[in-house]
């Protein structure tokens, strides 16, 4: 016999040091594998890491952690596996499959042309994707690299799977065949079974109303809310991630309300000045279908935002500004380009090019917002060159308003992402409503009492609209909403005013022997009796200021400062934002603010504090600053025509009457009480004889006599000027004296009269 085919000693040891030299490469590519994971998940790996980072990221892009995974995988099977080492028509597969997938995702976000720029190659495929990209686009056009992926990837699955195209047809084919037969044995059972039976008249006459068709079903229940907007290919538009211009709307809410379960106690006439007629079990709130559907454009406006995107980086790079644009968000009239300034770029650099901008933009303006709140970016607005249309049943439909709970929620419209944007107006507290004409302010106004009259009983919200031009609040008289008729006497508002500051000051007597801090605890320890909140709406500030601006200044100034707590709310709009209109009072106690287009960077400052509006575009186009926003926030403004609001107005009219209270606005002879001034200031008197005395009505010289500050003293000159006293202002002159000694007293001894009776 043949002797056993032993190896010598040599041959060990050779075998050995072969099999310890697999296993340290193995180690080796395990170790670069980890080094390389720990690169790409950026960690603290020194300069090594970095590099080795940005070149994986760079040749694969998203794929970038799947070589290391792979190197691991190869280093495990070299030790263990040594001799198993040949590339295998599997692992070919695997590769291209790999391969593949870098392909598709550079083909479907990157835009064409810009396949093998290299600020692409870290967002999706890599150096690698965009050149077969390039390669396929160049090869077989746009329509062939979807059919030479789809080809690549059969292919690649036989392989894989060792299956035939054959094999999956037989397959489906066989498991198919059973099935079809046995539906094919009942119907022909049931066809025969039917044919037999005798069926009587009335059978055949339910059997024909069975197969007819229905016409009153005919059409289906539609839903109210529009339908979501079909998704788009994102490689047509932009490499960073686009936000719709609509979003879809929540279906339409039921407005349903739970009934109470007893009978509300109306409030006494001193704190609650008005009493509904009708319960709540009588009074049903008015359906969102009163209001008109707006159309949603159907315009492709994915290739504009592209467009611009190009044009806003070529733009900047020939400056040499380094950004990347990382995000754009498509609203109803602007969108927001976010770009990322590169290392040592400074924001001032790219704020200062805002006309450049607009002129290669062919934009009318173009606002630049930086950085944005809460983000590492600045925000470029450019005008959509299609406005869409924001109406209020699409903003009033979503579910922040439908859900909302207590407080005053109201819709304004849809910001710049396309989302509505809904507010509480009893947390601003009060609101500053500003704009040039023509932008925009009525119709908002418009929307906010419609969203207060859409979800609150008139138990619950109680409206006093003054509207001194008359004609724009006048279609809600007669709802029983109302306090009073629509006040349109610029006399009787300042009473109106005055009425405020007197219930506020009823109601925190109330509060106060109650031992309660606002009407929340008020209405939660007296369900039965609960205050209704109040709501004063002023269309027109600047009427009123010119009238009697020290009655309207001082009692807007009372109540912004605290009827707060006492439930009652201010709501000023203004087409003339001077400093005149909108003083330092009124602005420092109302913080929460909306500015629609204006004129210049002046009334802009004079209504936000900052520049802004006088970019805006008119139309709804509007910037909400509320009370705690770092920064205003760009909205469009919801639409409601007036035919909607007439069809609101007539549905709630018809559910009651209103109850108005008569306190509310002052007889003429009392709305005129500037010209006959009570004693507000216990030295009034006193400083009326001195001025008399000394012939000389100066401010310093009270200040001096009676050791009082200059407001109070101007404020007693006021008074004297008002009652006829002296004169006006004369500058650097002294004021007349207008009246004589006699007179004087007479007339003291007068309002002293008065003022005891």
């Given at each position: 016999?043949?002797?056993?085919?032993?190896?010598?000693?040599?041959?060990?040891?050779?075998?050995?040091?072969?099999?310890?030299?697999?296993?340290?490469?193995?180690?080796?590519?395990?170790?670069?594998?980890?080094?390389?994971?720990?690169?790409?998940?950026?960690?603290?790996?020194?300069?090594?890491?970095?590099?080795?980072?940005?070149?994986?990221?760079?040749?694969?892009?998203?794929?970038?952690?799947?070589?290391?995974?792979?190197?691991?995988?190869?280093?495990?099977?070299?030790?263990?596996?040594?001799?198993?080492?040949?590339?295998?028509?599997?692992?070919?597969?695997?590769?291209?499959?790999?391969?593949?997938?870098?392909?598709?995702?550079?083909?479907?976000?990157?835009?064409?042309?810009?396949?093998?720029?290299?600020?692409?190659?870290?967002?999706?495929?890599?150096?690698?994707?965009?050149?077969?990209?390039?390669?396929?686009?160049?090869?077989?056009?746009?329509?062939?690299?979807?059919?030479?992926?789809?080809?690549?990837?059969?292919?690649?699955?036989?392989?894989?799977?060792?299956?035939?195209?054959?094999?999956?047809?037989?397959?489906?084919?066989?498991?198919?065949?059973?099935?079809?037969?046995?539906?094919?044995?009942?119907?022909?059972?049931?066809?025969?079974?039917?044919?037999?039976?005798?069926?009587?008249?009335?059978?055949?006459?339910?059997?024909?109303?069975?197969?007819?068709?229905?016409?009153?079903?005919?059409?289906?229940?539609?839903?109210?809310?529009?339908?979501?907007?079909?998704?788009t290919k994102a490689a047509a538009v932009t490499p960073f991630t686009p936000s719709a211009a609509a979003p879809a709307a929540a279906p339409e809410?039921?407005?349903?309300?739970?009934?109470?379960?007893?009978?509300?106690?109306?409030?006494?006439?001193?704190?609650?000045?008005?009493?509904?007629?009708?319960?709540?079990?009588?009074?049903?709130?008015?359906?969102?279908?009163?209001?008109?559907?707006?159309?949603?454009?159907?315009?492709?406006?994915?290739?504009?935002?592209?467009?611009?995107?190009?044009?806003?980086?070529?733009?900047?790079?020939?400056?040499?500004?380094?950004?990347?644009?990382?995000?754009?968000?498509?609203?109803?009239?602007?969108?927001?380009?976010?770009?990322?300034?590169?290392?040592?770029?400074?924001?001032?650099?790219?704020?200062?090019?805002?006309?450049?901008?607009?002129?290669?933009?062919?934009?009318?303006?173009?606002?630049?917002?930086?950085?944005?709140?809460?983000?590492?970016?600045?925000?470029?607005?450019?005008?959509?060159?299609?406005?869409?249309?924001?109406?209020?049943?699409?903003?009033?439909?979503?579910?922040?308003?439908?859900?909302?709970?207590?407080?005053?929620?109201?819709?304004?419209?849809?910001?710049?992402?396309?989302?509505?944007?809904?507010?509480?107006?009893?947390?601003?507290?009060?609101?500053?409503?500003?704009?040039?004409?023509?932008?925009?302010?009525?119709?908002?106004?418009?929307?906010?009492?419609?969203?207060?009259?859409?979800?609150?009983?008139?138990?619950?919200?109680?409206?006093?609209?003054?509207?001194?031009?008359?004609?724009?609040?006048?279609?809600?008289?007669?709802?029983?909403?109302?306090?009073?008729?629509?006040?349109?006497?610029?006399?009787?508002?300042?009473?109106?005013?005055?009425?405020?500051?007197?219930?506020?000051?009823?109601?925190?007597?109330?509060?106060?022997?109650?031992?309660?801090?606002?009407?929340?605890?008020?209405?939660?320890?007296?369900?039965?009796?609960?205050?209704?909140?109040?709501?004063?709406?002023?269309?027109?500030?600047?009427?009123?200021?010119?009238?009697?601006?020290?009655?309207?200044?001082?009692?807007?100034?009372?109540?912004?400062?605290?009827?707060?707590?006492?439930?009652?709310?201010?709501?000023?709009?203004?087409?003339?934002?001077?400093?005149?209109?909108?003083?330092?009072?009124?602005?420092?106690?109302?913080?929460?603010?909306?500015?629609?287009?204006?004129?210049?960077?002046?009334?802009?400052?004079?209504?936000?504090?900052?520049?802004?509006?006088?970019?805006?575009?008119?139309?709804?186009?509007?910037?909400?600053?509320p009370i705690g926003a770092p920064k205003p926030r760009r909205v469009q403004g919801a639409f409601i025509s007036d035919a909607d609001v007439e069809?609101?107005?007539?549905?709630?009219?018809?559910?009651?009457q209103p109850e108005y209270n008569e306190t509310v606005v002052q007889p003429a002879a009392e709305a005129e009480e500037t010209q006959t001034p009570?004693?507000?200031?216990?030295?009034?008197?006193?400083?009326?004889?001195?001025?008399?005395?000394?012939?000389?009505?100066?401010?310093?010289?009270?200040?001096?006599?009676?050791?009082?500050?200059?407001?109070?003293?101007?404020?007693?000159?006021?008074?004297?000027?008002?009652?006829?006293?002296?004169?006006?202002?004369?500058?650097?002159?002294?004021?007349?004296?207008?009246?004589?000694?006699?007179?004087?007293?007479?007339?003291?001894?007068?309002?002293?009269?008065?003022?005891?009776?």
């Open positions: 016999m043949p002797k056993a085919n032993r190896k010598s000693p040599t041959e060990k040891e050779t075998t050995r040091q072969e099999s310890r030299r697999f296993e340290i490469g193995g180690v080796l590519m395990i170790a670069v594998g980890l080094f390389a994971l720990t690169a790409i998940a950026r960690f603290d790996v020194g300069i090594a890491g970095y590099w080795t980072h940005t070149i994986l990221e760079y040749l694969f892009g998203l794929g970038a952690f799947i070589p290391p995974l792979a190197l691991i995988f190869l280093g495990a099977r070299y030790i263990y596996h040594p001799r198993a080492m040949a590339v295998k028509t599997r692992d070919t597969a695997w590769i291209i499959y790999f391969v593949l997938g870098l392909i598709t995702l550079h083909w479907w976000y990157v835009p064409t042309g810009q396949e093998i720029q290299p600020s692409w190659f870290p967002q999706y495929g890599g150096a690698l994707g965009g050149a077969g990209v390039l390669c396929l686009r160049t090869l077989f056009g746009e329509t062939g690299v979807k059919i030479a992926l789809l080809v690549i990837l059969v292919v690649n699955t036989i392989f894989v799977s060792k299956w035939t195209v054959t094999d999956g047809v037989n397959f489906v084919k066989g498991k198919a065949q059973p099935h079809w037969e046995k539906a094919s044995d009942k119907v022909k059972e049931t066809v025969e079974a039917h044919r037999h039976v005798e069926t009587t008249p009335t059978e055949q006459k339910q059997r024909a109303q069975f197969f007819s068709f229905d016409k009153s079903k005919e059409k289906p229940p539609v839903n109210d809310a529009p339908a979501p907007e079909r998704t809410p039921s407005w349903t309300q739970p009934e109470p379960d007893t009978d509300t106690e109306q409030v006494k006439p001193d704190i609650a000045p008005a009493k509904p007629k009708n319960d709540r079990a009588d009074y049903k709130l008015p359906p969102l279908s009163l209001l008109t559907k707006t159309r949603q454009s159907t315009a492709d406006t994915q290739a504009e935002v592209a467009e611009n995107a190009q044009k806003l980086e070529e733009l900047l790079a020939s400056f040499g500004v380094e950004t990347k644009i990382t995000h754009a968000s498509r609203g109803p009239s602007v969108t927001r380009y976010e770009l990322e300034p590169g290392p040592g770029v400074k924001v001032s650099k790219i704020v200062n090019l805002a006309d450049d901008i607009a002129l290669q933009l062919a934009a009318t303006d173009v606002r630049i917002e930086a950085p944005i709140p809460g983000k590492a970016a600045v925000g470029i607005e450019v005008p959509n060159r299609e406005i869409s249309s924001v109406g209020l049943r699409e903003v009033l439909a979503c579910d922040e308003f439908q859900h909302a709970v207590g407080g005053i929620a109201v819709g304004l419209g849809e910001d710049i992402t396309g989302q509505p944007v809904i507010t509480d107006l009893a947390k601003m507290p009060h609101l500053l409503v500003a704009g040039s004409t023509g932008s925009g302010k009525s119709v908002c106004i418009n929307t906010l009492v419609a969203s207060i009259l859409l979800r609150s009983y008139p138990d619950e919200v109680k409206l006093i609209l003054i509207d001194p031009k008359v004609v724009e609040l006048a279609q809600y008289n007669h709802i029983p909403h109302l306090l009073t008729p629509v006040v349109t006497d610029v006399k009787k508002a300042a009473g109106v005013l005055r009425w405020a500051v007197r219930e506020m000051e009823n109601r925190y007597r109330l509060f106060a022997s109650a031992k309660v801090r606002n009407i929340t605890s008020y209405n939660e320890a007296n369900p039965d009796s609960p205050l209704p909140l109040v709501v004063i709406i002023i269309d027109e500030l600047a009427d009123l200021m010119m009238v009697a601006p020290h009655d309207v200044e001082d009692a807007i100034a009372r109540l912004a400062q605290m009827a707060r707590a006492a439930g009652l709310h201010l709501v000023l709009a203004t087409q003339r934002p001077s400093v005149d209109v909108l003083t330092g009072t009124i602005k420092a106690n109302i913080p929460s603010r909306i500015s629609f287009a204006v004129s210049s960077q002046i009334d802009s400052r004079t209504i936000l504090d900052m520049a802004g509006a006088e970019k805006l575009l008119g139309k709804g186009d509007m910037l909400f600053y069809k609101l107005v007539e549905y709630i009219k018809k559910q009651g009570r004693w507000e200031d216990e030295l009034l008197p006193d400083a009326i004889r001195m001025v008399m005395d000394t012939e000389q009505a100066s401010v310093s010289m009270l200040q001096r006599r009676f050791r009082v500050g200059y407001t109070r003293a101007g404020r007693l000159i006021d008074t004297m000027e008002n009652m006829g006293i002296v004169g006006p202002s004369l500058g650097s002159k002294a004021r007349d004296i207008l009246l004589t000694k006699d007179e004087v007293e007479e007339l003291l001894a007068r309002y002293e009269g008065d003022s005891e009776a």
